[in-house]
């Protein structure tokens, strides 16, 4: 069992994850993504230091890459060619971290799970926390023997456009949006560029910074509860979370699964997709 310290097996501590180096069956994945604004590269912050062992993760070549829309999910059988060829099996035990707040390594987590691996779990506080306690790095590439992984996808944790649009008129899903409030509120600038303002009528927001302690680990149980609960979330209700482009939905998503809220399904599109000029209202 990966757990510590939560009521699921979503998460690991940096004590844990040292503890279990070099583990026969354990694969350690860095996911970090960055904003194109943001101006950094992901892949060379990787080589430059990486915890021992992790092979890396490219959030927007592992992806859909035949739509114009950022980082959607890819086809089934390109991330199991992508995760053969990282050394990731059917049978590996998965940490993912990242360097940059664990946004994506939420999503990482998310696409495990829902191309059907659930031996899936997050370092909490990822690699800031990693390096804060002076946890051990390299530079190496790793060399990683291929294993077979069959992705097996379920649809049931994705939401599209269309299914986004019935639910307008059907109100059976809760939809909650992790962007900042001045985004969701249209009182700042869209990041997107070409992206109209606001936010999908009739959601809720939470941003998800709200869920992480300034070290970037996950707040207590009770009190992710609490703000779950503030920003207008029913448990008993299915929800549908949402962002820019599909990366931070996934922390909000991680959020209600160590609360024990497991019927969770992220927008892959989000914002990204729902605010090009088109057929999708927007609220302001």
Partial sequence: ?????????????????EAHLGQPDLRIV?????????????????????IPGAVFFDVD???????????????ADKFG????KLGIG???????????GGIAAARVWWTFRIFGHRDVAVLDGGLMKWMAEDRPLEDLPPAPRERHFTPRLDNTMVRSKQQ????????????????AAGRFNATEPELWPGRRAGHIPGSLNLP?????????????????????????????????????????????ALGLDLIGHRDVAVYDGSWAEWGLPGDTPVEP
Avoid at 92 to 98: A, L, M, N, P
């Fill in 1 to 17: 069992m990966m757990a510590v310290d939560t009521e699921t097996k979503s998460l690991v501590s940096t004590e844990w994850l």
């Fill in 30 to 50: 860095d996911a970090t993504y960055y904003l194109p604004m943001q101006n950094k590269s992901a892949r060379t912050e990787y080589d430059q230091r990486h």
């Fill in 61 to 75: 070549e592992i992806s859909d890459t035949s739509t114009d829309l950022p980082h959607m999910l890819p086809p």
């Fill in 81 to 84: 060619s992508r995760m053969k």
């Fill in 90 to 100: 059917d049978g590996s035990r998965i940490v993912v971290y990242d360097g940059n």
């Fill in 164 to 179: 986004l649009l019935d639910n307008l008129k059907s109100k059976r899903e809760q939809v909650l949006d992790a962007r």
């Fill in 208 to 252: 998800y910074t709200q869920l992480l302690r300034p070290d970037g680990t996950f707040l207590p149980v009770d009190q992710l509860r609490a703000k779950f609960a503030a920003a207008g979330i029913d448990p008993k209700q299915p929800v549908v979370t949402s962002c820019g482009s599909g990366i931070t939905a996934a922390v909000l």
